[in-house]
């Protein structure tokens, strides 16, 4: 299936969930300072694990980094 993530088109597996998504992206389990939102929609951390990823859905993730 193909999705845009942060504004480039990806092509995904079928049934992929945003938790496993983000996981790959970050290349970690423990995604700290990350927010997501599917489809403009923020999704909170504890519903990445349902939120199953659709054909055309468009996906941000947002990964806070310290820094100056």
């Not at 489809?39 to 199953?52: A, F, G, L, R, S």
């Amino acid at each position: 299936m193909k999705i845009k993530l942060n504004g480039k088109e990806k092509v995904l597996n079928n049934g992929l969930t945003l938790k496993k998504l983000i996981e790959d992206e970050l290349k970690t389990i423990e995604p700290k300072g990350v927010a997501a939102a599917v489809n403009e929609m923020i999704v909170p951390k504890q519903k990445w694990e349902d939120t199953i990823l659709k054909e055309n859905d468009e996906i941000e993730i947002v990964h806070a980094v310290q820094g100056g």
